[in-house]
């Protein structure tokens, strides 16, 4: 675990998740950051086999960190609106229409005239869910505006999704977002 932290801290509930999945599904204890496994003397050499195989795992985390920095999107999104986008009222997971709990927006925000309803957008099918919600929002003539965040509109969406989405709110990248709407 030491020569793990030295490139890779395991600091979020997220990567913690993924720490722990691997221990477990190997049969690994974990205690202040030692790893350990319980076996008897005749159970030694494979229980030996599993846990340098589960070292491996763990120490190679470093190299799932890109992919795990992209699972923590919503995360880090959500961690941005809640610190930085206080004076607005953030309301997570607001539903306008209340018969259509289906219909659900990932932040509102309280301004006048009308409510900001903004998405994180990282793949094709929330876009879509995000388009879709937003045309239903519109011919229930809600009063809103929304905004698309996400992380790689070019390389993460498809052509279409992209001209959907363009066509149903603003984009916006993420870092593009936390710079333009950081507390003044």
Known sequence: M???SYSYDVDTPTKRKVLDRILSENGISEDRGRLYIDTTAAHLYPA????????????????????????LFYETLGDFVKTS????????????????DDLEVDWRFDVKPRSIFLYGVKDNAKARLAALTCREFQIAR??????IVHED???GLSKKDQ??????A???YLSDFKKRYRPY
């Open 85 to 100: 986008l206080l004076r607005y009222r953030p309301l997570e997971g607001y539903t306008p229409i209340p018969e259509r």
């Open 163 to 168: 001209k959907v989405i363009t066509n149903a």
């Open 170 to 172: 603003f984009p916006r």
């Open 142 to 147: 809600v009063q809103f505006r929304s905004v």
């Open 48 to 71: 030996l086999l599993q846990f340098a195989q589960t070292i491996a795992k763990v120490s190679s985390m470093q190299a799932f960190k890109r992919e795990v920095i992209h699972s």
């Open 2 to 4: 030491i020569r793990l």
């Open 153 to 155: 509109f070019e390389n």
